[in-house]
């Protein structure tokens, strides 16, 4: 059985994101992200390019599941929901309600625990579900990771910096 972990890129500079990949021996990144461009100098190295040249380095295989990423307008009543809170993207602690809602009815209804795992690359050991904000309380990927504990009794391992 693949071991799983979830990790962000906010609160990561590009060595320690790397050593936490690389200390956890994941051998899979795979990422759920709409977007995969990050804001800011500082995540540069989380943008696609950049983040697949340099995972080829490390040995770490590269997978892109965009059916696994929230709508843009869910994103969008996401965001929403942070301003009427006055928080910031980055400093959120938890999704919505209606953003968890949203996302168990558009991507998490038709997900298929056991399908997900046979379609990884079969060398795959050790996958990290990767978006960005820091911690997965607050992010589509702490949804995710719920799902797979829960179908599969999978140990999940959260990298926070």
């Not at 899979?28 to 100098?41: C, E, N, Q, S």
Request: net charge neutral.
């Amino acid at each position: 059985m693949i071991e799983f972990f979830t990790i962000g890129v906010y609160g990561w500079d590009e060595e320690r994101f790397f050593a936490a990949l690389r200390d956890a021996g994941v051998d899979l990144l795979v990422d759920i992200r709409r977007r995969r461009g990050v804001r800011g100098a500082e995540y540069a190295f989380a943008n696609a390019t950049r983040l697949q040249e340099r995972l080829a380095e490390v040995a770490i295989a590269y997978l892109h599941r965009i059916d696994l990423s929230p709508s843009d307008a869910l994103r969008g009543r996401q965001g929403a929901a942070d301003e009427a809170d006055h928080v910031a993207r980055r400093q959120r602690a938890t999704l919505s309600v209606d953003f968890i809602a949203g996302y168990e009815r558009e991507v998490m209804a038709d997900f298929d625990s056991l399908r997900f795992v046979s379609e990884l690359p079969r060398t795959a050991r050790r996958a990290a579900l990767l978006c960005v904000e820091r911690q997965p309380a607050a992010c589509h990927r702490g949804l995710l990771a719920a799902r797979l504990q829960k179908d599969l009794a999978a140990d999940i391992r959260h990298l926070v910096p």
